[in-house]
Every structure is written in structure tokens, then in C-alpha cells.
């Protein structure tokens, strides 16, 4: 590049670096190294900062991930006071007691305490609050206060009080706990006493197991007041955090409380350490609200010590970068005067820029050198703009399709193909380009010619879209996602007595109402590529014959529907399939979320919604909700029962997932009664393969004026009442039309 390959003529074509040029490089090079140091300086900065952020972020990630276990495990409690309160133990000795049943009760709550590490007692009181007995004496048991005995308190029946967070000692060490207290009535409605189970705070997070196993990140839990309740192992390792369990937070260090205060999350960047504090609520009682704060820290100087290795990598590749933009800069000033110092000879015949078709030159580094107007004209860029320009830029190529066509032209010396150049200048363009040596020089040039081939390619289009729809031994039409349609064969107009397509509409010709499902029925090919069903019915015809149609979709780049091919098949006769007995049961989808649910309900005709029926399926069984962990086994129950629903789901019904656990069916044109024969009919199904057990339905009936959500409150309600009676697993509600009672 520095060195001249042939005689100079004169002394000028050398090489020679100006006075302004050395100027210029000294001076480029002192601003490349103050602003590599400012650089440095800034970018460990940013990254100690942004260190501290991502450790802010993750933690507060976690601490939302341990509130809402916590909270979960609290709610979960409730469920499981209330289970203990309703049991059959519990109830024999209240109906009569003696001390056997009071000795097999404890040791049923001893077996309970050891197996759930969260709950370390159970206790029963009296109608007057006063103690009976436990399943240990592990706490100073006193009277239940005044607030929660008889009519003192609001809640009552099947409602759960928990309390909020107190301390007592077990083993001589202090430990955080809350209770939850059942009222157990008589017939009546008269108390017959309390069922108190106590759990342990310090358990409960020990077994959520969080990412805080270092002393960097602890997890520290404090009240509304400031009091810590959780969280202190060692000894801190900053100051002003409480060191025992009951100390206050607010006294020790006030300006964290007061940040912590005036907000329910965020973080405070203190002189030793970055917190982070999330609010949390356990439970909400009709008299007060538990309310905690999760509080995490770590050292700003383990910040730093974390940073070390990458700080250090910083200044290596800053060293590094600035080595190498020196080097760039010297090596660019010395192509600079290489290039201004080089002339270029290109002999070339001046018609070879005055015809129709575009052509530019290259030279063996892939830059233009020159180009004629319609090059310029079919490319779309201004003629002073191409000069200079990289080749594989032009031709829009990735690196490995740019060099295979380089290793062609070294094999060949000619390369052609069709590129498609419509996003910059609307045109199909038929590149060749050729390889030819430059005279009395080293290297070669490349003659790039281009030729405007779009109207070739719009009919090789065309050819491919009938392609598409001659592709079929069947009447086949190739329609636009309203129904319009594009092109149809011989066969498809005979059938529907057509001789143009022009402004044919699929929805107009087949007379089976399809126009008001035709939104339904694109929404399931978007979902699934296609759809089928029998149209065409004619109810005068004797041999009763419909067609069997088949549409399939096409997408776009976009995942939307581009076009849809329609294919009409003459369908098997009704009294054939009925003498055969098989009959193929119907197929639908299943919704996989409520926003798709309520597509379809809105494109139900208002007289198929207003006799519509909602079917919800609560497949949960009662073994399943004894640990957390069944969760994959619930899954896989609830796959099998939705198989199984789905191989005789009735034509026009849909079903859904709402949540785990529990499915949607949507029943048009369906009474409730016929709507509890077909839930009666299913369950019995389920009961003869064995996946009846527990499964809990609730029926509604559509009122005027309903949303979806409006709809699925009342079936929700049948369902709360199918699981309260126990006695049998179906119910309605809202079922009676215009009326505002349950039926």
C-alpha cells in the first residue's frame, strides 16, 4: 500500500507526509488518549453502578418471589385450619368428649406438627376463650382475647382469624410466630369453641429456601413499626442494623425507615450498603390489615470487590482499543496519501454507458469506481452517491453468499442471479457480473450489469398462485382472508354456477349462514392452519348431501393469513355413517386463554348466546391439594380429562382453559337442562375410565346484557356451591332468565 510498484515519472507521485499532516496525527493522538482515560474512568463508574443495580433488581425479583410464597403459605394455612377444624376427630370429642378421643386427637395433632416443619402446634379452647389442651406445652398458653370471642368479633362461621405477628420461646430461643383461629359452632350458629393452629415464621422461610445463603444478601422482616421478626443469624456486618429479633429498625437507622415508610418498595443507597425493601401483605381481616416489609442489603465495598476482575479487564482493553486506534490512525493517514497518490487508467468504450441497461465498475477492493445513469435510475440512489460505494452493500448480501459469489468469479470469471431489491427501489434486478484484468496493473476489475426483471417475476408469481390452487383433484378456490375471491378452477365454478370471480364473495356463494362464522372460522386457521366442515346442506334434497370443506391457510412473513385455499368435496352420505355406527366424533380446539374465549362468545349470533349455557369443570380432587408439589400431577390429570371431554365434545361447543384446574365450555343454543345432561353424561364418562374422582361442575345460563366475565361469575358460583354441598358435583345458578336468584 506505502510502496509505488512502478516508475514515477516525477517526484510528486511519491509518498510525503506534510508538516499539516504530522500536526494533525499528534493531535488526534492526544485526544485518543485523554479521552481513552476519561473513558476508563467513566465506564468502571457505570459498572459498579450498574453492578449494584442488576444486584438491586435481582433482589427484588426474589423478595417479590418470597412475598407472595409467604403470602400463599398464609393463605394455604387458612384452608388447613379450617381442615382441621372440620375434622371427624375433632368433632366426635367435641360431641363427646372423654379422654380417649382428647389422647387420639393430640397424637393425630402430634402427627401433624412433625410432618409440616411450618406448624408446631395446635391448641383447643373453650366457648370463653379459655385453654383446654394442645398437642405440646412448648408455649405459655393464656385466654384468646376478648375481641375474638362470640359477638365481639365480625368474623365468625368458616371465616379464619390470623393474627399478626408475635414472639414466644421454644427451646429458649426466641421465636417469631403467627396464629390462626377457626370458630367451631353449633348447629345453631352458637360457639362451641376455638381451634387455634400456631405457625412459625422462621420455619416458614426456611423452607421457601430463597437465594440468600450469604451473609452479602440476608433477608430481614420488620413490621409496620419498624420491629424486626426475622432474618438476624449473626452479628451484622454494617452498623445500624438491629442485631435481636424485636429490636426497631426505626430507632437504628431512621434515615432507612424513612425511605421505607413513605413508599411500599425500592431502594435506599446508603454509606456502607445498597437496600432493597418490598411491603407485603399476609392477609387482610375485616379489623386490620398484616402488613410486613422484606428487607435485603449488601456492602457497597463487596460491590467493588465483585467489580475488581472486570475493572481490571476495563483497563486492559482500554489499553489495548487505544493501541489499536493509534495503529488506525497512522494506518489511515497512510492510505490517505496512498489513494490521493494513485491514479487509475480505465480505458472503456464510451457506449458501454449510453444503452438502456445499467452497469457500473468495481475495482479488486469491492469499491465503485464509476457507474452510468440507469444503474443509478434501477438502484435508486443518486449517480454521485454510488461512487465509492462497497459492492455487497449494493447487492444487499451477507458475508457468506458475498464470498461464494467471489469464489465463482475466480473459477468462472461470471456470476448471475435475480435479486430482489423491491424494499429500496421496487424493481426484481438480474445481476452479472464479470471478471476481466486490468491493463498493465495487478488485479482485476468487475463489470456488475443490471437488467429490470419485474415483470417477470410478478408472472412467475402469478404462476406460482395458480400453482397453489390447481394443486387439488377437487373444486378448489383460492380466496383473501375477508372471502373475496382471487382465483377458482373449472371445477369450483361449475359447482357454485359461476362463470367470473369478480367480485364473488366465498361467504355469498355457499348457502350455510357462513358469513356470520367466517370470524370464527379464520380465527381457528390463524390458530391452526385449517379448518373443515360440512356446508352446503340442502334440507329439500331426499338423499340429504352437504359438501365437505377444507380450508387451509397461507401465512405471510408477518404470521398473518395471506390467503386461504378452499377445496368442496361431495361428503358421505348421513345414512350411511349412521348405519355404519361410526360416527367420527366432533373435533374442536381448546382456547388457551380468555381473551380468545371471548373472541368466539362475541362472535356467537345473539340468538345463539342468549340460549347459551356455561359449563365450568373444576377437575381438582382433594388428595391434590395436600402438597405444593402436586402440581405436574394435577397437569397431567387435567390433559387426560380434556382428551377425554374432547372426543365427544358436540358440534358448535367450545372449550377453554381458564386456570389450573379448571376448563370453560361454552354451550350455544343449549337449555340448562340440556346443559346438566350433557355435564351428567360427561362425568359419567369420566367415572367409567377412572378420572371422575373429585371433579366439581357448575352451570350458568346466559343473561341479557352479560360480558364473559359477568358470565363466568355466575358458573362460578354454581361451582362454589357443588364443591359446598358435597353431595353431588353438579349445580346451577343464575339459570332462570330475568330472575336475581339462585335457582
Request: aromatic share 8%; charged share 20%; net charge negative.
Amino acid at each position: 500500500m506505502l510502496t509505488q510498484k512502478l516508475p514515477l515519472l516525477i517526484t510528486g507521485q511519491g509518498l510525503h507526509w506534510s508538516p499539516q499532516r504530522i500536526f494533525s496525527v499528534a493531535t488526534q493522538i492526544i485526544i485518543l488518549l485523554i479521552s481513552s482515560i476519561l473513558l476508563t474512568n467513566v465506564i468502571v463508574t457505570l459498572g459498579e453502578r450498574r453492578l449494584q443495580e442488576d444486584w438491586a433488581a435481582q433482589r427484588y425479583s426474589e423478595l417479590q418471589s418470597v412475598g407472595s410464597l409467604i403470602a400463599d403459605r398464609v393463605t394455604f394455612q387458612k384452608f388447613r385450619t379450617q381442615m382441621f377444624a372440620n375434622s371427624e376427630l375433632l368433632k366426635n370429642y367435641l360431641m363427646i368428649p372423654s379422654e380417649a378421643r382428647q389422647e387420639q386427637l393430640q397424637q393425630n395433632w402430634q402427627l401433624m406438627t412433625g410432618n409440616i416443619p411450618e406448624l408446631f402446634d395446635i391448641a383447643l379452647f373453650g366457648p370463653q376463650g379459655e385453654f383446654k389442651f394442645s398437642a405440646s406445652n412448648e408455649m405459655n398458653y393464656g385466654a384468646l382475647p376478648p375481641s375474638l370471642l362470640g359477638g365481639a368479633s365480625s368474623m365468625g362461621g368458616t371465616e379464619v382469624y390470623t393474627s399478626p405477628l408475635d414472639f414466644t420461646q421454644v427451646d429458649g430461643k426466641i421465636e417469631p410466630y403467627l396464629y390462626q383461629l377457626a370458630w367451631l359452632e353449633n348447629p345453631d350458629l352458637s360457639v362451641r369453641g376455638y381451634l387455634v393452629t400456631y405457625q412459625s415464621m422462621t420455619r416458614m422461610l426456611k423452607s421457601i429456601k430463597p437465594a440468600y445463603s450469604s451473609e452479602q444478601s440476608p433477608l430481614l422482616m420488620v413490621d409496620t413499626q419498624g420491629l424486626l421478626y426475622a432474618g438476624v443469624k449473626n452479628k451484622p456486618t454494617i452498623n445500624r442494623i438491629p442485631e435481636t429479633l424485636g429490636s426497631s429498625l426505626r430507632l437504628s437507622y431512621p434515615a432507612l425507615w424513612r425511605k421505607m415508610a413513605t413508599s411500599n418498595f425500592g431502594q435506599f443507597h446508603g454509606d456502607d450498603a445498597t437496600f432493597v425493601y418490598l411491603k407485603i401483605g399476609l392477609t387482610t381481616q375485616y379489623e386490620t390489615r398484616r402488613e410486613y416489609y422484606l428487607v435485603s442489603y449488601v456492602r457497597n465495598d463487596a460491590i467493588a470487590a465483585d467489580f475488581y476482575e472486570w475493572r481490571n479487564i476495563v483497563i486492559i482493553g482500554s489499553v489495548v482499543l487505544t493501541l489499536l486506534s493509534l495503529g488506525l490512525i497512522l494506518l489511515v493517514h497512510a492510505y490517505r496519501i496512498a489513494q490521493r497518490s494513485r491514479e487509475f487508467s480505465i480505458d472503456l468504450a464510451n457506449r458501454l454507458f449510453h444503452q438502456d441497461t445499467g452497469c457500473i465498475i468495481v475495482n479488486d477492493h469491492n469499491r465503485v469506481v464509476t457507474a452510468n445513469e440507469q444503474a443509478a435510475k434501477l438502484l435508486n440512489i443518486e449517480l454521485d452517491e454510488l461512487s465509492d460505494r462497497n459492492l455487497q452493500r449494493i447487492l444487499q448480501l451477507e458475508d457468506d453468499a458475498y464470498a461464494a459469489i467471489l469464489t465463482q468469479l475466480n473459477e468462472r470469471k461470471k456470476w448471475h442471479d435475480v435479486i430482489d431489491f423491491e424494499e429500496q427501489c421496487g424493481h426484481f434486478l438480474a445481476v452479472t457480473i464479470s471478471s476481466a484484468p486490468r491493463p498493465a496493473k495487478k488485479g482485476n476489475y468487475l463489470l456488475v450489469i443490471f437488467n429490470d426483471v419485474t415483470e417477470l417475476k410478478q408472472a412467475q408469481k402469478q404462476a406460482n398462485l395458480n400453482r397453489l390452487l390447481n394443486d387439488n383433484a377437487v373444486a378448489s378456490a383460492l380466496v383473501s382472508v375477508n372471502g373475496s375471491l382471487e382465483l377458482a378452477n373449472e371445477a369450483f365454478m361449475q359447482l357454485v354456477s359461476i362463470h367470473d370471480i369478480t367480485n364473488q364473495n366465498l361467504t355469498e356463494l355457499l348457502n350455510n349462514d357462513l358469513s356470520s362464522q367466517w370470524p370464527r372460522i379464520t380465527q381457528q386457521i390463524l390458530l391452526q392452519g385449517s379448518w373443515k366442515g360440512q356446508i352446503l346442506c340442502d334440507p329439500n334434497s331426499q338423499e340429504n348431501t352437504c359438501l365437505q370443506a377444507t380450508l387451509k391457510g397461507h401465512l405471510d412473513a408477518a404470521g398473518e393469513i395471506e390467503y386461504i385455499v378452499c377445496t368442496l368435496e361431495q361428503a358421505q352420505k348421513r345414512a350411511l355413517l349412521q348405519d355404519r355406527g361410526d360416527l367420527i366424533p366432533h373435533r374442536s380446539t381448546i382456547l388457551v386463554n380468555l381473551r380468545d374465549l371471548d373472541d368466539y362468545f362475541k362472535s356467537l349470533t345473539p340468538k345463539s348466546r342468549d340460549n347459551s349455557s356455561l359449563l365450568l369443570i373444576d377437575i381438582t380432587a382433594e388428595s391434590m391439594l395436600s402438597h405444593m408439589s402436586d402440581i405436574g400431577q394435577l397437569e397431567s390429570r387435567q390433559r387426560e380429562v380434556e382428551i377425554h371431554i374432547l372426543k365427544s365434545l358436540p358440534v358448535g361447543y367450545q372449550m377453554s382453559h381458564w386456570q389450573l384446574g379448571k376448563v370453560i365450555i361454552i354451550l350455544p343454543d343449549t337449555s340448562s337442562d340440556a346443559a346438566h345432561h350433557f355435564a351428567v353424561k360427561s362425568l359419567n364418562s369420566l367415572n367409567d375410565i377412572g378420572l371422575g374422582t373429585g371433579i366439581c361442575m357448575g352451570i350458568a345460563s346466559y343473561q341479557a346484557g352479560q360480558n364473559l366475565e359477568q358470565y363466568l361469575s355466575n358458573a362460578e358460583v354454581a361451582l362454589q356451591r357443588a364443591k359446598q354441598i358435597g353431595e353431588q358435583s353438579i349445580c346451577q345458578a343464575y339459570t332462570r332468565h330475568g330472575a336475581t336468584d339462585k335457582k
